[in-house]
Antibody, heavy 116, light 110 residues
Framework: EVQLVESGGGFVLPGGSLRLSCAASGFTFSVYSMNWVRQAPGKGLEWVSYITSDINTIYYADSVEGRFTITRDNVEGSVFLQMHSLRDEDTAVYYC??????????WGQGTLVTVS | ELILTQSPGTLSLSPGERATLSCRASQSVSSYYLGWYQQKPGQAPRLLMNGASTRATGIPDRFSGSGSGTDFSLTISRLEPEDFAVYYCQHFGFSLSKFTFGPGTKVEIK
């Protein structure tokens, strides 16, 4: 069974930093691209970042470019999101999602980040 | 920049009725990379359709998708109680180097 479990969310002051983790299991992690997607309270989905299986390609949404960094550990089976210079508008539930051929086929349950 | 527009914003229907949700792209996109997701309150989104018309694993056949170019739709032939949720369309563009989501359509019980 594919499982994605996020952790690392919490309260942080504006301007602060936080590192999110997503532990994957139930599939061969090293062959899949991974993503972070967020959802502000009561709002829609916003894609945040993408990393390919071989780490050769990384994309970011304009809203986080230069502040967030996505990384992964294919041995450990985890993907991370390092967030700096956090703003009020970064408050959201952050989901980790597996992607293949442009679709996000498995999602974690999310971790809440509150910037206040 | 690609913009996905979904309509209506809210759809009020009764169980057993047919639901038709629309997703319009600001420019022509590949249907291969067009997906639909369902999200229930307090839950993570779930992939429903990919390639515009291919049901994801385990998705019942009352869900169907269609469209090409700039106009796509998701149809639920007969609403079941568990289908009342928010539905998002999404596109992945290699040239744009990003995933784009529509704002969502809420399907609520009338």
């Amino acid at each position: 069974e594919v499982q994605l479990v996020e952790s690392g969310g919490g309260f942080v002051l504006p301007g602060g930093s936080l590192r999110l983790s997503c532990a994957a299991s139930g599939f061969t992690f090293s062959v899949y691209s991974m993503n972070w997607v967020r959802q502000a309270p009561g709002k829609g989905l916003e894609w945040v970042s993408y990393i390919t299986s071989d780490i050769n390609t990384i994309y970011y949404a304009d809203s986080v470019e230069g502040r967030f960094t996505i990384t992964r550990d294919n041995v450990e089976g985890s993907v991370f999101l390092q967030m700096h210079s956090l703003r009020d508008e970064d408050t959201a539930v952050y989901y980790c999602a597996r992607s293949t051929e442009g679709k996000l086929d498995y999602w974690g349950q999310g971790t809440l980040v509150t910037v206040s | 920049e690609l913009i996905l527009t979904q309509s209506p914003g809210t759809l009020s229907l009764s169980p057993g009725e047919r639901a038709t949700l629309s997703c319009r792209a600001s420019q022509s996109v590949s249907s291969y990379y067009l997906g639909w997701y369902q999200q229930k309150p307090g839950q993570a989104p779930r992939l429903l359709m990919n390639g515009a018309s291919t049901r994801a694993t385990g998705i019942p056949d009352r869900f169907s998708g269609s469209g090409s170019g700039t106009d796509f739709s998701l149809t639920i032939s007969r609403l079941e109680p568990e289908d009342f949720a928010v539905y998002y369309c999404q596109h992945f563009g290699f040239s744009l180097s990003k995933f784009t989501f529509g704002p969502g359509t809420k399907v609520e019980i009338k």
